[in-house]
T-cell receptor, first 110, second 116 residues
Framework: GQNIDQPTEMTATEGAIVQINCTYQ??????LFWYQQHAGEAPTFLSY????GLEEKGRFSSFLSRSKGYSYLLLKELQMKDSASYLC???????????FGKGTRLSVIA | GAGVSQSPSNKVTEKGKDVELRCDPI?????LYWYRQSLGQGLEFLIY????????KSGLPSDRFSAERTGGSVSTLTIQRTQQEDSAVYLC??????????????FGQGTRLTVV
């Protein structure tokens, strides 16, 4: 089984930086996905980390520490449209399903 | 089609009736996942298929839920004798393969099921 822990809700100001953490316990870890889900819509892919360290993709960056079972998503220059839920999903090697954490609901305020 | 297609998009059914939800994955994707999402909640894993077989059915909430996949393509999720607590959005996703690294899962728009 997997244990995935994320904060339930976060609030941040437009233009600011926010870090969304995810800790996990799983066997056969291979990499970790981050997805974004706007209210009433399907989740969409943001990033996938395999190696330790920070991967930057525009305003969004994702960090992974395999030894600590820890990842975070860093959102810079926040915009109102970034208000959404952010889901992390550790991926295991082998024939196992993709299981998501409960997600972090981010509210960006003016 | 270009993306994952689910039908119907909305379904209202009476308590006790059976419903079938359909998912048409992206062509060539061997892995197919079903999730359930209640209002304001996270994604609850139900079942996944690798090809036509379902290695993991552990997420199915009860024996009223079943799923099948034929021809390595379309999948149907069947809920028998629906209950009000079954009301949720049912999301389907597909990917190239569960055992292939760095293959993102693509989601359909979901079926919103309301049991009255």
């Amino acid at each position: 089984g997997q244990n995935i822990d994320q904060p339930t809700e976060m609030t941040a100001t437009e233009g600011a930086i926010v870090q969304i953490n995810c800790t996990y316990q799983t066997s056969g870890f291979n990499g970790l996905f981050w997805y974004q889900q706007h209210a009433g819509e399907a989740p969409t892919f943001l990033s996938y980390n395999v190696l330790d360290g920070l991967e930057e993709k525009g305003r969004f960056s994702s960090f992974l520490s395999r030894s600590k079972g820890y990842s975070y998503l860093l959102l810079k220059e926040l915009q109102m449209k970034d208000s959404a839920s952010y889901l992390c999903a550790p991926w295991n090697s082998g024939n196992t399903p993709l299981v998501f954490g409960k997600g972090t609901r981010l509210s960006v305020i003016a | 089609g270009a993306g994952v297609s689910q039908s119907p998009s909305n379904k209202v059914t009476e308590k006790g009736k059976d419903v079938e939800l359909r998912c048409d994955p992206i062509s060539g994707h061997t892995a197919l996942y079903w999730y359930r999402q209640s209002l304001g909640q996270g994604l609850e894993f139900l079942i996944y298929f690798q090809g036509n077989s379902a290695p993991d059915k552990s997420g199915l909430p009860s024996d009223r839920f079943s799923a099948e996949r034929t021809g390595g393509s379309v999948s149907t999720l069947t809920i028998q004798r629906t209950q009000q607590e079954d009301s949720a959005v049912y999301l389907c996703a597909s990917s190239l393969g569960a055992g292939i690294p760095n293959t993102e899962a693509f989601f359909g728009q979901g079926t919103r099921l309301t049991v009255v």
